[in-house]
């Protein structure tokens, strides 16, 4: 099979799909990768560490795209990359199709099977392509809050470990999931007085397991949320429900509540954000906007300013992935239960449920397509 790496084009998106070892493990099994010139720069991949491995480096996206049976991206296509996408492609990225109605539209015309990182799910309900991910964006949250909290970034002035003689900052972090857990570890490493809600009170166990005294775990309801978003210096939203929409737990009249000159990160802002007053996305060049006082922190690609990391990181879980796909096509999923839950757009229909029901679109069943 031929395997497209395109260059990202989202704006300060600086991962690439692949990293120098995935090219080797496609080449080894007889596959073709092509690589657009300079696609790895941003993460610290020059065109020879490519070709060095075998890859072939095209020089536009154009023909990449027409060469290519399977795209591999970071990022789900942009509205200038449609027209790019061939009849009946393949296409394997972090896709968050619920808050893409329009790209939705453009794969089911085009009849492309659209694999979405983010919800192949094991049967223990683990999501090991969207892990690494989540585990960036909790870790950067905390650094993130920690920036904007300074005076020169429109914060109160507070630096969130504090030094002796001083309070250090509060953090109030919103589920208990990856992108939790790996907040409260750096926000405990900080000093910080930590306070982690969810529903799940097996996930909030593990976290005092884990953690023990160093964060407050809290069952999460809307009094509980008020209570501990209200009186916190930075509030980490990191609600997951895998390819679907997240709730809204943080109301603008929560935020309305909260001290002026504090924090706001939607780690979940990328599937549509779980704080009311996040009315929008921002971009690394522009990452915040203030309402209520309160800053607010809105991009949707957060792993993308570490990109090194994070595209090494996202080549050592997915590349099995790609690899099975590119050896079996998509007859390889009947024996993948969880390459299967990927599969979020074939033949021109929806199949899966989450983002049927998030766009209002009819839900196909995948087995009615494939058949299992």
Not at 48 to 68: F, H, N, Q
Not at 90 to 101: F, G, K, P, R, T
Not at 142 to 160: C, D, M, R, T
Not at 224 to 235: F, G, N, R
Request: proline content about 5%; hydrophobic content about 40%.
């Amino acid at each position: 099979m031929i395997i497209g790496v395109p260059t990202e084009i989202q704006p300060n998106e600086n991962r690439v799909a692949i990293a120098p070892s995935g090219v080797v493990a496609l080449v080894r099994k007889g596959h073709t990768v092509l690589i657009e010139k300079n696609a790895g720069l941003g993460s610290s991949f020059s065109n020879e560490d490519y070709e060095k491995c075998g890859a072939e480096i095209v020089a536009t996206p154009k023909e990449l795209y027409s060469r290519s049976k399977l795209i591999l991206k970071v990022k789900a296509p942009q509205l200038s990359e449609y027209n790019l996408l061939k009849k009946e492609q393949i296409l394997m990225a972090y896709l968050h199709l619920v808050a893409e109605s329009e790209l939705t539209k453009a794969l089911q015309k085009n009849k492309i099977t659209a694999i979405a990182f983010e919800t192949i799910q094991k049967p223990d309900g683990s999501l090991p392509v969207l892990r690494p991910m989540s585990e960036i964006a909790g870790k950067m949250s905390v650094q993130i809050g920690a920036q904007f909290l300074e005076n020169y970034y429109g914060g109160k002035g507070l630096l969130l470990g504090g030094v002796p003689g001083t309070r250090p900052g509060k953090v109030t972090i919103i589920g208990a999931g990856n992108v939790g857990k790996n907040a409260a570890q750096v926000a405990a490493g900080y000093g910080c007085e930590v306070s982690v809600l969810d529903i799940n009170i097996d996930r909030l166990r593990y976290i005092n397991d884990i953690m023990y005294s160093k964060v407050k775990t809290i069952v999460a309801n809307p009094i509980t949320i008020e209570k501990e978003v209200k009186t916190a210096d930075l509030v980490i939203s990191a609600v997951l429900i895998p390819g679907s929409k997240p709730p809204i737990v943080v109301t603008e009249d929560m935020v309305k509540k909260m001290k002026k000159g504090s924090v706001i990160v939607d780690a979940a802002i990328d599937q549509g954000g779980s704080v009311e007053t996040m009315n929008r996305t921002t971009t690394h060049d522009n990452p915040t906007f203030e309402k209520h006082g309160i800053v607010h922190y809105a991009v949707s690609n957060m792993p993308g300013s570490v990109a090194k990391t994070a595209s090494i990181a996202m080549n050592n879980v997915s590349i099995p992935y790609v690899v099975s796909i590119a050896d079996n096509g998509i007859k390889g999923v009947k024996h993948d239960s969880a390459l299967a839950k990927g599969i979020n757009v074939i033949d021109g229909a929806i199949t899966y449920k989450p983002v049927a029901d998030g766009l209002f679109k009819e839900y196909t069943p995948l087995e009615s397509i494939i058949g299992f």
